[in-house]
């Protein structure tokens, strides 16, 4: 049965509407509707019979010195509108009915439906039995065999793929049915796994993209080359292990690690039978697996020219200027963290002579041998274990994980089981950073990598619901697979990029990657794990915001400037003593450094609607550096760092500040002692944020405090260019991110940057 309010926004009072002596019960009410469903052995409800005629009878009340007058159960009747047998669209959940706007109700492809029945081991057990007695009776006359089903306290949840028509049938035929809606994504991936949908997978129909659109390199076991799933989005396909000349994957990861790079959600997608690719994929195989050949430990010496060969392999085998981000997630542990000549190659790389590359790196995970204890000791425990090589590498887009998967299979082997880690915390198998400088923030950023279900005797990684669908290497016996881990955030970062650059084709590498950090938040669950600074060195910069970059990289929502700071300039000056013979020059060339300052002027539509609303500000410096051939330190040719004029600070002041040749001096010529005012109270701070070639920070405060033009300033720091006299008039590209939002949304307000001003430093 079914309560309808008058008003959607009328909540009902749930309790006043069950008669437990008639064994009327509430199953639940509907979020979007505000209709509440009744199991009921009859239509009668005689109990609501007699309060509804008593609600026609108005009743004389004392209430206080005075008397009024009311009908009886307003609270429990006054809001209903109808009480009627539930229809179809009572039952429908939300996820059903979200489909059903995009296909209709005329679709014949077999879908995953969870069915909500009477029974649950806290009912007489012979609700639960007729419940399965039912159910599977009508299951037998569509040809179907016994359904999963799962026992929860208060009902019995069957798990069946069927038809929208078949389902119209089977609801109509039993009177056990509360609720039905699709599975959720985590279930779905648990009921896949279980029961692999073959002929769907054969006739998937997959879209290939544009003939130009980017690509994401996999850096891995190669890829099953003919898995329908995968066939039609694959660009190309190589090896470069010696002696072994296939590209084909016999050992499963490679087709991974591109499944869940092609794919946001495949669940969905096999749902609706058919995709299209935004994207192209690329494999080139560098191991057969994990510790053997290549992969082997005594190989380490060669990875670094594997890389490089790999990456080079990647760029030849077609003209053009494709835009490519790299996903590598072969790493491997080191302890203590150094930097290794691995992590060199793909700074190198990444920095391509000022070009840029886009590698997405895994962070690495927790060893296997060590996941219980880790798991058990969350999430204190991952401080032990430090990102693997060559995940420190400063070019590198280091990607750690997190999760929002808490859902544990709906299976009694899980009775006795817990998640380890909260929705929206960090995942228990990450590995994460060194907070001592001069180590950078690592990870940059967080992406999904699943959870960990753990007993008091195991820790569980492979949870069918707390790992993610993707494809398989055997795709005629077993094509679909989990994948999990920083492996699965190293994809899911790599396919975030390109998505990216479909939007904008001509950013920069290092543009995309300042965007995915500076559309990145922290969760409420992280921010309440850990404190500042270690929130920073486990989580990065938080989890990429995918529509916020995309509306960033569109110029909607953001102002980003792609620039070049110049290691020298040359400017003539007069010598300081003048030349003795005519003939010679009274003048001589000088290296002088500049920085550039822009001058950002606040929006006066904000500051004037309410200067006391909240705002989120947000800065983001992104660059590749080129490092130097000494391996037991970091050294760049030339670094970058940013800061900004603050709230109470005049532009001559902030000038003052970041330059010192700019400070008043004395009769004496020495400098005037002066105390400065400072920046923005930023989250992070200039000393942290500058360690790295990747630097963001937010501030948010009242908009009052952005009045004015505000100048931002990027300086160069010296590095080993200064030593080579060929680098004077080498430029560093960078590019320069900055957004103005309402606090908590991401609705930015559009800025302009004036033209960049250079001054001599």
Same mark, same amino acid.
């Given at each position: 049965?079914?309560?309808?309010?008058?008003d959607?926004?009328?909540?009902?009072?749930?309790?006043?509407?069950?008669?437990?002596?008639?064994?009327?019960?509430v199953?639940?009410?509907?979020?979007?509707?505000?209709?509440?469903?009744?199991?009921?052995?009859?239509?009668?409800?005689?109990?609501?019979?007699?309060?509804?005629?008593?609600?026609g009878?108005?009743?004389?009340?004392?209430?206080?010195?005075?008397?009024?007058?009311s009908? #009886?159960?307003?609270?429990?009747?006054?809001?209903?509108? @109808?009480?009627?047998?539930?229809?179809?669209?009572?039952?429908?959940?939300?996820?059903?009915?979200?489909?059903?706007?995009?296909?209709?109700?005329?679709?014949?492809?077999?879908?995953?439906?969870?069915?909500?029945?009477?029974?649950g081991?806290? +009912?007489?057990?012979?609700?639960?039995?007729?419940?399965?007695?039912?159910?599977?009776?009508?299951?037998?006359?569509?040809?179907?065999?016994?359904?999963?089903?799962?026992?929860?306290?208060?009902?019995?949840?069957?798990?069946?793929?069927?038809?929208?028509?078949?389902?119209?049938?089977?609801?109509?035929?039993?009177?056990?049915?509360?609720?039905?809606?699709?599975?959720?994504?985590?279930?779905?991936?648990?009921?896949?796994?279980?029961?692999? #949908?073959?002929?769907?997978?054969?006739?998937?129909?997959?879209q290939?993209?544009?003939?130009?659109?980017?690509?994401?390199?996999?850096?891995?076991?190669?890829?099953?080359?003919?898995?329908?799933?995968l066939?039609?989005?694959?660009?190309?396909?190589?090896?470069?292990?010696?002696?072994v000349?296939?590209?084909?994957?016999?050992?499963?990861?490679?087709?991974?690690?591109?499944?869940?790079?092609?794919?946001?959600?495949?669940?969905?997608?096999?749902?609706?039978?058919?995709?299209?690719? +935004?994207?192209?994929?690329?494999?080139?195989?560098?191991?057969?697996?994990?510790?053997?050949?290549?992969?082997?430990?005594?190989?380490?010496?060669?990875?670094?020219?594997?890389?490089?060969?790999?990456?080079?392999?990647?760029?030849?085998?077609?003209?053009?200027?494709?835009?490519?981000?790299?996903?590598?997630?072969?790493? %491997?542990?080191?302890?203590?963290?150094? #930097?290794?000549?691995?992590?060199?190659?793909?700074?190198?790389?990444? %920095?391509?002579?000022?070009?840029?590359?886009?590698?997405?790196?895994?962070?690495?995970?927790?060893?296997?041998?060590?996941?219980?204890?880790?798991?058990?000791?969350?999430?204190?425990?991952?401080?032990?274990?430090?990102?693997?090589?060559?995940?420190?590498?400063? +070019?590198?887009?280091?990607?750690?994980?997190?999760?929002?998967?808490?859902?544990?299979?709906?299976?009694?082997?899980?009775?006795?089981?817990?998640?380890?880690?909260?929705?929206?915390?960090?995942?228990?198998?990450t590995?994460?950073?060194?907070?001592?400088?001069?180590?950078?923030?690592?990870?940059?950023?967080?992406?999904e990598?699943?959870?960990?279900?753990?007993?008091?005797?195991?820790?569980?990684?492979?949870?069918?619901?707390?790992?993610?669908?993707?494809?398989?290497?055997?795709?005629?016996?077993?094509?679909?697979?989990?994948?999990?881990?920083?492996?699965?955030?190293?994809?899911?970062?790599?396919?975030?990029?390109?998505?990216?650059?479909?939007?904008?084709?001509?950013?920069?590498?290092?543009?995309?990657?300042g965007?995915?950090?500076?559309?990145?938040?922290?969760?409420g669950?992280?921010?309440? @794990?850990?404190?500042?600074?270690?929130?920073?060195?486990?989580?990065?910069?938080?989890?990429?915001?995918?529509?916020?970059?995309?509306?960033?990289?569109?110029?909607?929502?953001?102002?980003?400037?792609?620039?070049a700071?110049?290691?020298?300039?040359?400017?003539?000056?007069?010598?300081k003593?003048?030349?003795?013979?005519?003939?010679?020059?009274p003048?001589?060339?000088?290296?002088?450094?500049?920085?550039?300052?822009?001058?950002?002027?606040?929006?006066?539509?904000?500051?004037?609607?309410?200067?006391?609303?909240?705002?989120?500000?947000?800065?983001?410096?992104?660059?590749?550096?080129?490092?130097s051939?000494?391996?037991?330190?970091?050294?760049?040719g030339?670094?970058?760092?940013?800061d900004? @004029?603050?709230?109470?600070?005049?532009?001559?002041?902030?000038?003052?500040?970041?330059?010192?040749l700019?400070?008043?001096?004395?009769?004496?010529?020495?400098?005037?002692?002066?105390?400065?005012?400072?920046? %923005?109270?930023?989250?992070?701070?200039?000393?942290?944020?500058?360690?790295?070639?990747?630097?963001?920070?937010?501030?948010?405060?009242?908009?009052?405090?952005?009045?004015?033009?505000?100048?931002?300033?990027?300086?160069?720091?010296?590095?080993?260019?200064?030593?080579?006299?060929?680098?004077?008039?080498?430029?560093?590209?960078f590019?320069?991110?900055?957004?103005?939002?309402?606090?908590?949304?991401?609705?930015?307000?559009?800025?302009?940057?004036?033209?960049?001003?250079?001054?001599?430093?």
């Open positions: 049965m079914a309560v309808r309010p008058s959607p926004r009328f909540s009902l009072d749930a309790k006043t509407l069950a008669d437990t002596s008639s064994d009327v019960r199953v639940g009410t509907d979020p979007d509707t505000g209709v509440v469903l009744l199991d009921a052995p009859g239509p009668n409800l005689e109990r609501l019979r007699e309060k509804s005629a008593e609600y009878e108005l009743k004389t009340r004392k209430k206080g010195d005075g008397t009024t007058t009908p #009886p159960h307003v609270a429990a009747l006054g809001p209903v509108e @109808q009480i009627s047998v539930a229809a179809d669209s009572d039952l429908a959940g939300v996820r059903l009915r979200e489909w059903s706007k995009g296909h209709g109700g005329g679709d014949d492809r077999k879908l995953w439906f969870e069915l909500a029945c009477r029974g081991y806290r +009912n007489p057990p012979a609700w639960s039995s007729t419940s399965r007695g039912q159910i599977n009776r009508q299951l037998a006359k569509f040809g179907h065999s016994v359904a999963q089903d799962f026992e929860a306290p208060e009902e019995l949840s069957f798990f069946v793929r069927l038809t929208t028509e078949e389902l119209r049938a089977l609801v109509a035929s039993v009177d056990c049915i509360f609720t039905y809606d699709l599975v959720p994504p985590e279930t779905l991936t648990w009921l896949v796994l279980k029961d692999v #949908p073959r002929r769907e997978i054969r006739e998937f129909v997959l290939p993209p544009p003939k130009d659109a980017p690509a994401v390199v996999v850096l891995d076991t190669g890829i099953s080359t003919e898995h329908p799933l066939k039609n989005a694959i660009l190309h396909a190589s090896s470069i292990i010696p002696g000349p296939s590209v084909e994957d016999t050992h499963g990861h490679g087709t991974k690690m591109a499944g869940a790079a092609l794919y946001a959600d495949l669940g969905s997608e096999l749902l609706a039978g058919r995709s299209q690719a +935004n994207h192209w994929l690329q494999s080139v195989r560098i191991l057969v697996a994990e510790g053997v050949g290549t992969g082997a430990p005594e190989n380490r010496p060669y990875w670094p020219k594997m890389t490089v060969d790999a990456v080079s392999t990647a760029e030849t085998t077609e003209a053009g200027d494709r835009r490519r981000a790299y996903a590598l997630a072969v790493t %491997f542990p080191i302890s203590p963290l150094t #930097p290794t000549s691995w992590a060199q190659a793909v700074d190198q790389l990444a %920095f391509n002579e000022g070009r840029g590359r886009l590698f997405c790196v895994s962070a690495g995970n927790v060893q296997a041998e060590k996941m219980f204890a880790t798991a058990t000791a969350y999430p204190d425990s991952l401080f032990q274990w430090k990102i693997h090589e060559p995940a420190q590498g400063n +070019n590198a887009l280091t990607v750690g994980a997190y999760t929002d998967k808490t859902s544990l299979p709906p299976d009694l082997d899980y009775k006795e089981a817990r998640p380890v880690a909260p929705l929206g915390g960090a995942a228990p198998h590995t994460t950073g060194v907070l001592e400088p001069p180590w950078p923030i690592k990870p940059d950023v967080v992406m990598g699943g959870n960990i279900a753990l007993t008091e005797t195991i820790a569980d990684t492979s949870a069918d619901t707390m790992v993610s669908l993707t494809t398989g290497h055997r795709h005629l016996t077993n094509p679909l697979a989990s994948i999990s881990m920083t492996s699965e955030a190293a994809a899911r970062a790599a396919r975030m990029a390109v998505d990216i650059w479909k939007e904008d084709p001509s950013l920069r590498p290092e543009t995309v990657r965007l995915l950090v500076h559309s990145a938040s922290w969760t669950a992280m921010r309440s @794990q850990f404190k500042e600074p270690d929130l920073f060195h486990v989580c990065g910069y938080g989890v990429p915001d995918l529509e916020l970059a995309r509306a960033c990289a569109a110029d909607r929502a953001t102002v980003v400037v792609e620039d700071m110049p290691n020298f300039v040359i400017k003539k000056q007069p010598k003593k003048p030349p003795r013979k005519p003939s010679t020059s003048v001589e060339d000088v290296r002088k450094r500049i920085m550039k300052v822009f001058r950002m002027p606040a929006p006066e539509e904000l500051l004037l609607a309410d200067p006391e609303v909240a705002v989120e500000l947000r800065v983001t410096l992104s660059y590749f550096a080129e490092p051939t000494f391996r037991t330190r970091v050294e760049h030339l670094d970058l760092k940013w900004m @004029q603050g709230p109470q600070e005049s532009e001559e002041e902030f000038l003052e500040r970041l330059n010192d700019l400070r008043p001096t004395d009769d004496r010529g020495k400098k005037v002692k002066k105390k400065y005012k400072k920046s %923005f109270p930023w989250e992070i701070g200039i000393q942290r944020r500058s360690r790295g070639t990747v630097q963001s920070d937010r501030w948010s405060g009242k908009a009052s405090l952005l009045a004015g033009a505000k100048l931002i300033g990027v300086v160069p720091v010296v590095g080993w260019w200064d030593r080579r006299a060929e680098m004077v008039g080498k430029e560093l590209p590019s320069l991110i900055i957004s103005i939002a309402a606090a908590g949304i991401y609705n930015a307000v559009k800025v302009a940057l004036a033209a960049p001003v250079t001054i001599e430093v």
